[in-house]
């Protein structure tokens, strides 16, 4: 049970994109359609962003998106926005009712 | 709407043991699947288990197996988790959260319980 691959932080202008990636292996992010992501704000609980690869929470705007490619997945950013400084986390499900986060990615908005 | 309320805050000593609880309410306690993860001060998240109330089986991360209980009582609809064998890396915020069973995510999130291990 590794923790998920991200990179540490990623920058964008107000109105750019960013993209996100996170590398499992075939066990949990290849094996599974059920990779996650969560917003976290300093002192806060995370907050479910994405779900099912792809899917969107009531509420939560379209411009966040995310994608799946072997054992990689991605969530993107578009029109960053200066509420979307956070960290994000990926997650996948791993299993026999196990799951399994990434290190994090701190999104910083220049 | 499921909400997930935890204890408050605790201070432990090396060696103590301690226990963080969850209640939910506005839903069906017995068909939640609920889970707990960790974050230690500027880390990321970690999962540790989780536990089905309904089935009263609990399954556990490899890295906690045998020093973490998770248990459920269906009278309160409240979780548990018991963290034994404190040392000072355990110190962290402690969430549950609420996984959503069709969709195998965590969906509902407590508003964390900080632990502090110190002597």
């Known amino acids: 049970q590794s923790a998920l691959t991200q990179s540490p932080s990623a920058s964008g202008s107000p109105g750019q994109s960013v993209t996100i990636s996170c590398t499992g292996t075939s066990s949990d992010v290849g094996g599974y359609n059920y990779v996650s992501w969560y917003q976290q704000h300093p002192g806060k609980a995370p907050k479910l962003m994405i779900y099912e690869v792809s899917k969107r929470p009531s509420g939560v705007p379209d411009r966040f998106s995310g994608s799946k490619s072997g054992n990689t997945a991605s969530l993107t950013v578009s029109g960053l926005q200066a509420e979307d400084e956070a960290d994000y986390y990926c997650?996948?499900?791993?299993?026999?009712?196990?799951?399994?986060f990434g290190g994090g990615t701190k999104v910083t908005v220049l | 709407q499921v909400q997930l309320v935890q204890s408050g805050a605790e201070v432990r000593k090396p060696g103590s043991s301690v226990k963080v609880s969850c209640r939910t309410s506005?839903?069906?306690?017995?068909?939640?699947?609920l889970s707990w993860v960790r974050q230690a001060p500027g880390q990321g998240l970690e999962w540790m288990g989780g536990?089905?109330?309904?089935?009263?089986?609990?399954n556990y991360a490899q890295k906690f197996q045998g020093r973490v209980t998770i248990t459920a009582a269906e009278s309160t609809s409240t979780a548990y988790m018991e963290l034994s064998s404190l040392r000072s890396e355990d110190t962290a915020v402690y969430y549950c959260?609420?996984?959503?069973?069709?969709?195998?995510?965590?969906?509902?999130w407590g508003q964390g319980t900080p632990v502090t291990v110190s002597s």
């Open positions: 997650s996948s499900y791993a299993g026999s009712n196990t799951w399994v």
């Open positions: 536990i089905i109330p309904i089935l009263g089986k609990a």
């Open positions: 506005g839903g069906t306690f017995t068909s939640f699947v």
């Open positions: 959260a609420r996984v959503f069973r069709q969709q195998l995510v965590l969906g509902d």
